[in-house]
C-alpha cells in the first residue's frame, strides 16, 4: 500500500510534523529523505531495505561515494543531496558555537562534535579553540589516523592555539568502532596536551571521546 493511503498519524511526513523529528524511526526519517519508494515498495519500505543493506544509518551517512551508490534505489543524487544536509547541519551547529559560549551551550558542542566526528571511518584528532569569552574561534581537525590510531603531537595543538590566539581549547577524537571509552592512551596524549598547553597559558578545558552514542567527557570524569 502507498504511503499516502496510510492513515494520517502513520504517515512519516505528517508524524514529524506533529510528534517531531525525535518521534520517527530510522527507516521514517530515511523514508522522507528518499521521498519515494520503487514499484511496489512504499519509501518506509525502501528504507528498511537500505538501512538492512547498510547495517544501519551510521554506516550509510558515512560511506563513501561509491559504496552509497551500490545501495539499492540511492545514487549519485541521493548522495550529494544527503552531503548537502549533512554540511548544512555542520554549519548551522558552529554558528551556534561562534555566538554563545561552549558553557551555556554544552548539548550544542556535543552535538556539533558528533556531527563531525561521527561517521567518520578513520580516526582524528580535532580541536575546537576558543576566545577568552569561551566562544568558537575555529574548530580546525589537525590529526588523521588509521581506522585504529592517531598520531598526536602536543606542539602542533600548541603551535594552532598561538596562530588562532586562543585562550582555551576543547579536544576531540571519535573511536571509529563506535565505543566512546576513553582508553589509557587517550588519557595519556590529553596530560600531555594540557601540560604543553599550560606554558602558554592556555586553559584545556575538555577532552570529548566521540562514539556512537553522546561524546564522553574526560572533564567530567576528573580526567582533565
Request: proline share 3%; net charge neutral.
Amino acid at each position: 500500500m502507498s504511503i499516502k493511503h496510510w492513515p494520517e498519524q502513520e504517515r512519516p511526513r505528517e508524524k514529524l510534523i506533529h510528534q517531531g523529528a525525535s518521534a520517527l524511526s530510522d527507516s521514517e526519517l530515511l523514508a522522507i529523505f528518499l521521498r519515494t519508494g520503487t514499484q511496489g515498495i512504499s519509501a518506509v519500505e525502501l528504507a528498511r531495505q537500505v538501512l538492512s543493506q547498510f547495517g544501519g544509518l551510521r554506516a550509510l551517512m558515512s560511506a563513501s561515494r561509491e559504496e552509497f551508490c551500490q545501495g539499492f534505489g540511492l545514487g549519485d543524487a541521493k548522495y550529494t543531496q544527503l552531503q548537502a544536509v549533512l554540511e548544512m547541519s555542520k554549519r548551522h551547529l558552529q554558528e551556534q558555537l561562534m555566538r554563545e559560549t561552549v558553557f551555556t551551550s554544552a548539548e550544542h558542542v556535543r552535538t556539533y562534535l558528533s556531527s563531525q566526528l561521527r561517521h567518520s571511518q578513520r580516526e582524528i584528532f580535532a580541536v575546537l579553540f576558543l576566545d577568552t569569552q569561551h566562544r568558537l574561534i575555529r574548530y580546525q581537525e589537525l590529526f588523521m589516523g588509521t581506522i585504529d590510531a592517531a598520531a598526536v603531537y602536543p606542539r602542533e595543538v600548541v603551535k594552532a592555539a598561538l596562530q588562532y590566539n586562543a585562550a582555551a581549547v576543547i579536544l576531540a577524537h571519535n573511536h571509529p568502532s563506535g565505543v566512546a571509552e576513553p582508553s589509557q592512551a587517550d588519557i595519556s596524549i590529553t596530560g600531555k596536551i594540557k601540560r604543553a598547553l599550560d606554558l602558554v597559558d592556555v586553559r584545556l578545558l575538555d577532552h570529548f571521546v566521540v562514539g556512537d552514542g553522546s561524546p564522553v567527557s574526560l572533564a567530567e570524569r576528573g580526567l582533565v
